[in-house]
Nanobody, 121 residues
Framework: QVQLVETGGGLVQPGGSLRVSCAHSGGGFSKYNIGWFRQAPGKEREFVAAISWYGKPIYGDPVKDRFTVSRDNAKNVAHLQMSSLKPEDTAVYYC???????????????WGQGTQLTVSS
């Protein structure tokens, strides 16, 4: 069974940077597409970024040019590097994995529990 655990959230000032990580267990990480989503209070879940099993990244419009998604298959971990953070980035960030589907609006098979990012002065 695939398990995903997000870590690295916290409180950051506007303009700051933070990296959140997604640790994968259960085997087969190198063949999973990884998605990042976020959900703020009172808002719908929003696509943030994704990276295919072969390393192709895609980004949602609100985070383009500010966030970078990456993966380290040797360590079974994916990262989301967030820079130039804005208060509107405040949300719970979730990673997700799917061995077949890949995209911005995909029903991923596996989800982590989320990690909170708060961007505030």
């Amino acid at each position: 069974q695939v398990q995903l655990v997000e870590t690295g959230g916290g409180l950051v000032q506007p303009g700051g940077s933070l990296r959140v990580s997604c640790a994968h267990s259960g085997g087969g990480f190198s063949k999973y597409n990884i998605g990042w989503f976020r959900q703020a209070p009172g808002k719908e879940r929003e696509f943030v970024a994704a990276i295919s099993w072969y390393g192709k990244p895609i980004y949602g419009d609100p985070v383009k040019d500010r966030f970078t998604v990456s993966r380290d298959n040797a360590k079974n971990v994916a990262h989301l590097q967030m820079s130039s953070l804005k208060p509107e980035d405040t949300a719970v960030y979730y990673c997700a994995a799917d061995s077949v589907r890949f995209g911005a609006a995909v029903k991923y098979d596996y989800w982590g529990q989320g990690t909170q990012l708060t961007v505030s002065s």
